[in-house]
């Protein structure tokens, strides 16, 4: 995303998605630095949406000394907390934001994505079923590498971008 209409677009996906799954009353966290404008673009869709005001914070890479200080930005971390995120490769911005999370007192709840890549994680796993596994959170995701896939086959002017995520599914996927 690199306009006001594309971050628009994705955060109405996001919001969709959430609602879809039937997700109401959580607080949303999003980690720097990626997850700061998705974070409260999502928090401004699901209100224009849906009607559904949620509170959102995200962390800062450095803590400020200075003005507001700190790390976290935004409302209080509390209650039932969903990650919100670009992807989940390696699940690293995850377990950090799980630590903050938790740190703060607020239960970890789930983790929205807009592309699950479906990339293998520390074993046979993907990333986002070791999440499931090892910390007992859903992953929703607004795409996965197989919707990009079946999309780009079904598309004769993506044939291009089908052999690359083709590609790239058999040398990272799961």
């Known amino acids: 995303f690199s306009s006001g209409a594309g971050l628009s677009e994705l955060a109405a996906a996001y919001a969709d998605t959430l609602v879809g799954s039937g997700i109401r009353d959580v607080m949303l966290f999003g980690p720097a630095y990626k997850g700061i404008p998705l974070v409260a673009a999502l928090a401004q869709s699901l209100w224009l949406r849906h009607g559904i005001d949620l509170p959102f914070a995200y962390n800062r890479k450095e803590i400020k000394d200075h003005g507001e200080g700190g790390q976290l ?18 699940g690293t911005s995850v377990r950090e934001s799980l630590q903050i999370i938790r740190q703060a007192g607020a239960l970890p709840a789930g983790v ?3 592309l699950d890549r479906q990339e293998r994680g520390q074993g046979s796993l993907s990333a986002t079923q070791e999440i499931t596994r090892d910390h007992g959170l859903p992953v929703l995701a607004v795409a996965r590498l197989e919707d990009l896939l079946s999309h780009a086959a079904s598309d004769a002017s993506l044939t291009e971008h089908a052999s690359a995520l083709t590609r790239y ?3 990272y996927g799961v």
């Open 112 to 114: 929205l994505v807009a």
């Open 73 to 90: 930005v935004g409302a209080p971390l509390a209650g039932e907390v969903w990650i919100v995120d670009d992807v989940v490769s390696a």
């Open 169 to 171: 599914r058999a040398e």
